[in-house]
């Protein structure tokens, strides 16, 4: 997996790379506008051809310092380029400052308030280069009519989209300076990809993102700990072969139902753990609700198990390495069933109304909880359970960095005690010690129609099934989460519940899983 980084972290990075006497300021700089020149010339051929138009915006810090080196090396390319900038001249950081009177040997700035007419005449690229990752306030009055002419444009980004928290994904953007789309072609991003690139909104205000090498090599330093940083999902978290010599090898899952007329979310959870490779799988059902359920499934067994008495009764085969509840199951029969299984000390995963049942006094749910759970809550679920925490990250940032569902989830997760995965087209998986993981559907990534009922229990029934196979909690959220997209993306549009599992096994196999 990948990494990425909040600005705190990339400026550690760069001031560690600088102090070591390895590379200048300047150095950076330089090496920051050329990589996203080469981006553009990679991504469009063409327009390395022959000379175009282009219009560069330029802010008043660093990130308007490395639109000056766009600006120049389009210049020496033959191009025709405007540039404006945002502020003075004479009141840029030094390194910026210096790009700016480079420029000015070639060409002049002209005032900000004229940009949007130079914008509207159609260049064929806009370069954005106003604010980067150091922006922490919402901005809005003079800059909102240049910002909103984005919006019809073929815009590169330099770093983060203008006005994108780059910690949090949030538009700090004022909702009157805001249009439909601000959204440019391609984000160039330097060394690593920010946190903001893949959460909320930071995630949707790029067609494609790219990654600029600017020659800081792996970036690690002792100002930034390994365990701060938070890890991109872009793959299975560990080797997904199987082995063993018969079905007990690879686990059993067992997965509880609702009432009848209310199975369907848990079926879908045990297809979902029987195609990614548990070794059985087992429905514990209601006695009203077995008819239904035998009439629907094969490959899945089926018990029954009226109350928390015969649940523990169930689990008292130690065969049975992991427990799913919640989906379809009831608030009623979550209430007496989730404590018999968390009793049982095995892997679990809740989901829905297991985690909803406890929206009254969730601290009776996290006295329960061990290390080997997996919560699973979608927006309005994680919101009952931390209603704090949820009211944070709904706040509007308007000075320094915003709290963010990176936060939001770590946070969570301590206070559960457990692994959470925190739903949504931009998944955050964090454990108790702090580790953290993004899996974000977007980008080449992007599964919009993952958005149908039931999809989420197939999630649920995903890790359950890979906790059975012996997967640690935070690597069956994180591979269970890109399993579940992967399988949405293979598939397509018309999408249904029921259509992921049967993706899997064409995604093991493009995985080369034996």
């Keep these: ?19 070591s006497g390895e590379v200048t300021g300047l150095e950076l700089m330089e090496r ?9 010339f990679e991504e469009w051929p063409e327009l390395a051809q022959t000379s175009h138009r282009a219009v560069v915006l330029c802010g008043p810090g660093n990130n308007g310092g490395d639109g000056f080196v766009v600006a120049r090396l389009l210049k020496e390319w033959g191009w025709e380029v405007e540039v404006f900038l945002y502020g003075d001249g004479e009141k840029l950081p030094p390194d910026a400052k210096v790009n700016y009177e480079q420029w000015c040997e070639l060409g002049s700035c002209g ?48 770093d983060l989209p203008s006005g994108t928290d780059s910690d949090s994904g949030q538009l700090l953007i004022a909702p009157d300076a805001r249009s439909d789309r601000l959204a440019p072609a391609m984000s160039v991003v330097f060394h690593r990809e920010k946190i903001g690139c893949r959460l909320g909104d930071g995630s949707r205000q790029a067609d494609k993102v790219v990654v600029a090498d600017i020659g800081l090599g792996d970036g690690r330093c002792p100002a930034v700990p390994p365990g701060d940083i938070v890890k991109l999902v872009d793959g299975p978290s560990v080797l997904l072969a199987k082995g063993g010599l018969h079905k007990f090898s690879h686990g059993h899952a067992f997965i509880l ?46 018990r029954e198990v009226v109350d928390g008495a015969a649940l523990r009764e169930r689990l008292q085969d130690q065969r049975i390495n992991a427990v799913c509840l919640g989906p379809g199951l009831g608030l009623r029969q979550a209430e007496e069933l989730v404590p018999v299984a968390l009793e049982a000390g095995r892997a679990t995963v809740l ?13 009776v749910l996290f006295d329960m909880l061990h290390g080997a759970c997996v919560l699973t809550p979608h927006g309005g679920e994680f919101a009952r359970l931390f209603p704090d925490i949820a009211e944070k990250l709904a706040a509007p940032a308007v000075t320094g960095p915003a709290f ?36 974000a559907a977007a980008y080449e990534r992007a599964a919009p129609w993952l958005a149908t009922a039931g999809a989420g229990d197939v999630l649920a029934g995903i890790i359950t099934g890979l906790l059975a196979r012996g997967f640690p909690p935070m690597q069956a959220a994180e591979t269970g989460a890109w399993l579940h997209v992967e399988a949405a993306r293979v598939f397509g549009p018309g999408l249904i519940a029921e259509d992921l599992p049967e993706m899997l096994p064409k995604v093991l196999r493009d995985l080369g899983v034996a």
């Excluded at 990494?3 to 990075?13: N, P, V």
């Excluded at 106003?130 to 919006?151: M, P, Y």
């Design 1 to 19: 997996m990948s990494e990425l980084l909040t600005a705190a972290q990339m400026r550690a990075i760069e001031m560690a790379a600088i102090e």
């Design 257 to 302: 139902t609702g009432s009848a007329g209310r199975t369907g979310a848990a079926r879908l959870a045990a297809r979902g753990a029987l195609r990614v490779g548990a070794g059985l799988v087992t429905l514990g059902v209601p006695g009203e609700a077995m008819v239904e359920v035998a009439a629907q499934i094969t490959g899945e067994m089926m």
């Design 32 to 40: 920051a506008g050329r990589g996203v020149v080469e981006a553009i």
């Design 111 to 158: 005032r900000w308030e004229d940009a949007s007419d130079s914008i509207e005449h159609f260049p064929d690229l806009v370069i954005d280069a106003v604010f980067g990752t150091g922006l922490t306030r919402q901005i809005g009055g003079e800059i909102q009519n240049v910002l909103a002419a984005f919006s019809q444009q073929f815009v590169v980004s330099i």
């Design 351 to 363: 989901d829905a109304d297991a985690l909803t049942a406890f929206a009254e006094d969730p601290q």
């Design 404 to 439: 963010s569902k990176v936060d939001a989830t770590r946070e969570a997760a301590k206070r559960a005690g457990c692994v959470v995965l925190y739903k949504g087209a931009d998944t955050v998986i964090a454990a108790p010690d702090g580790r953290c993981a993004v899996h």
